[in-house]
């Protein structure tokens, strides 16, 4: 656990170090520089300019990361959902309370609640690792934390948005379904129906896990039981977030109503008609997502639903917690690209964010992870999907013309995924030497990666989020 502790220090100070080594004009251009450019953000709110410039990157301070979504969240923080002045007003009502509140809570400026997130975030993977895999070696613990906290877009725990409280209040719902914990299970779903309107995924896949089992089991009171006891705690969360809107607005659908300012998140049937993005960078991520985690889930669910699974009543389900907890992940992962594909209209913007940066993802991850360990999966498995995958995503991106040249510097999370990819497929036929060389350096690689993501959200350019 100290070996845990330390490497969470240690991804923080080298982090900040290499972002502070990007910031000095001589280091830049003698490295990075010399493979990207930076963006540079001119012009009115309604109409922008962005350019991509050849500069270091600028200071990280309070105003600086005041950006997009964070600057929303300020504005609860600051005004809760009140309607006096002008503060986004027309928009806030979709963004839930619990990460506002957390930061009113704790009096923080918005440095300060960047440095909370990272350490919910960071200390949500040490706790996700040991519950989930608490029969692994140290150094196997290590190597998984490594991986963690190499996904090109753990940025987004960086910088003053809800995900980092979402992973933690998820946190709290896996502990509590492994140790069957009922109470910690409760408060956990509460709060994380309070962070993001995300969670109502969450819910259709804990409906659609329980339909399978009561298909297999046929016990109706069970089913009943089921479904009123872990759905309740996220129905009492949706409504404690209507009944504080209501009390500033006097409405029941402000929610429903601020989701209209964004054309893509309009209700209704959209097939895709034109693949784009907010960023290449975001294109990229999700590109990769689309074919390395969206593919594999769906098959993998299939090939859950194929077979019974095992019984555990018991511990409160009518499945192993570990399994209940993989088909309520891999639902979850499925029904978000359902989502995306049939009401975006072929906006992939925000993709990676939702799949990938989900407290159910890394638990799918860790899960794997463990089980690649154990059981030392076959290289035939590991080649069919990885190839298969990465031939997809080829042809995908031979047929779609938004985002360019495919080798150019805004596409490196997306090589970096697929590296990580190959690393996660294969680390386990090489010893562990070798393993701890090849994910340090990945890691490091997503370090300066990671700070190049976050210069583009502080910058104001446009966030791959």
């Known amino acids: 656990m100290q070996k845990q502790l330390a490497l969470i220090i240690i991804h923080f100070l080298i982090f900040i170090s290499v972002f502070t080594l990007f910031k000095n004009e001589k280091i830049y251009h003698a490295t990075l520089g010399k493979v990207s450019m930076t963006y540079e953000r001119s012009g009115t709110w309604e109409n922008p300019e962005i350019k991509l410039v050849k500069k270091p990157f600028i200071a990280i301070t309070n105003e600086n990361l005041e950006q997009w979504d964070a600057s929303i969240y300020k504005c609860i923080e600051e005004y809760s959902y009140s309607l006096e002045g002008d503060c986004y007003n027309k928009v806030k009502f979709a963004f839930f309370p619990l990460f506002p509140l957390l930061w009113k809570t704790t009096h923080l400026s918005t440095i300060g609640v960047c440095m909370l997130n990272y350490l919910l975030f960071a200390v949500s993977i040490l706790i996700l690792i040991n519950i989930l895999t608490h029969s692994l070696p140290t150094r196997e613990k290590i190597i998984l934390q490594l991986i963690c906290f190499t996904i090109p877009s753990i940025v987004i725990y960086y910088i003053p948005y809800s995900e980092a409280i979402f992973m933690m209040t998820m946190t709290l719902v896996v502990f509590g ?20 309107p995300a969670t109502g995924f969450i819910v259709f896949a804990i409906l659609l896990t329980e339909l399978y089992l009561f298909y297999n089991y046929k016990d109706l009171r069970t089913l009943i039981k089921n479904v009123a006891m872990r759905v309740s705690p996220f129905l009492l969360g ?72 095992i019984k555990n009543v018991s511990s409160g389900y009518t499945a192993e917690p570990k399994d209940y907890l993989v088909m309520v992940s891999l639902s ?20 990676t964010r939702y799949i990938i940066n989900s407290p159910l993802f890394y638990s799918l991850l860790i899960i794997l992870f463990e089980k690649k360990i154990k059981s030392s999966w076959g290289v035939l498995n590991n080649s069919l999907f990885f190839f298969i995958s990465l031939i997809l995503l080829c042809t995908f991106l031979s047929f779609v013309e938004y985002g360019g040249g495919r080798f150019r510097f805004e596409y490196a999370g997306m090589y970096i995924f697929i590296l990580l990819a190959f690393y996660f497929s294969y680390n386990n036929y090489f010893n562990y030497y070798i393993r701890t060389l090849c994910i340090i350096g990945l890691w490091l690689l997503n370090i300066v990666w990671s700070t190049y993501l976050l210069d583009m959200f502080i910058c104001n350019g446009w966030i791959y989020a």
């Not at 009922?182 to 309070?194: K, N, P, R, S, V």
């Not at 960078?281 to 993998?300: A, K, Q």
């Not at 499925?334 to 072929?346: N, P, Q, S």
């Open 177 to 196: 379904i492994l140790r069957n914990k009922y109470g910690l299970y409760f408060i956990g779903c509460f709060l994380a129906a309070t962070s993001r």
């Open 238 to 309: 949706y409504f404690c977030v209507l009944s504080m809107e209501y009390f500033y607005t006097g409405s029941w659908d402000a929610i429903a109503e601020a989701r209209k300012y964004w054309s893509e998140e309009s209700l209704g049937f959209r097939l895709p008609e034109q693949i784009s993005d907010w960023s290449v960078e975001g294109f990229g991520m999700s590109s990769f997502v689309l074919f390395f985690v969206i593919v594999p889930s769906f098959i993998f669910l299939i090939r859950l639903l194929l077979k019974p699974p």
């Open 332 to 351: 979850y992962v499925c029904l978000f690209f359902i989502y995306f594909l049939f009401f975006r209209g072929g906006s992939m913007n925000s993709f």
